[in-house]
């Protein structure tokens, strides 16, 4: 596995995965909710429905920031590249 210090790369991912996931389930969520609003069919959505999607989002972005930074410390460093994985 690679690791960065007592960071792991699997860690990572799995962390970026999952706030991923729950964003694009909240956003899903909010979006049907909004459908069904427009069409008349039920209450627009509340602001802490869309409070809580921004703060997924957002969330989700900083797991892709420390996903994005170990990638860049890692592949700085010449002598360890050849254990990245390839994308092919």
Same mark, same amino acid.
């Given at each position: 596995m690679?690791?960065?210090g007592?960071i792991?790369?699997?860690?990572?991912?799995?962390?970026?995965?999952r706030?991923h996931?729950?964003?694009l389930? %909240?956003?899903?969520?909010l979006?049907?909710?909004?459908?069904?609003?427009?069409?008349? #069919?039920?209450?627009? !959505?509340s602001r802490q429905?869309?409070?809580k999607?921004?703060?997924?989002?957002?969330?989700?972005s900083e797991a892709?920031? %420390?996903?994005?930074?170990f990638?860049?410390a890692?592949a700085?460093d010449?002598?360890? #590249?050849?254990?990245l !994985?390839?994308h092919?």
């Amino acid at each position: 596995m690679v690791m960065n210090g007592d960071i792991s790369w699997l860690e990572l991912y799995k962390v970026w995965h999952r706030r991923h996931t729950d964003y694009l389930s %909240a956003q899903r969520a909010l979006d049907d909710a909004m459908s069904m609003y427009m069409e008349s #069919k039920g209450p627009p !959505p509340s602001r802490q429905v869309m409070k809580k999607v921004d703060d997924l989002r957002h969330q989700m972005s900083e797991a892709r920031v %420390a996903v994005n930074e170990f990638i860049a410390a890692y592949a700085a460093d010449e002598q360890d #590249k050849h254990n990245l !994985p390839r994308h092919e």
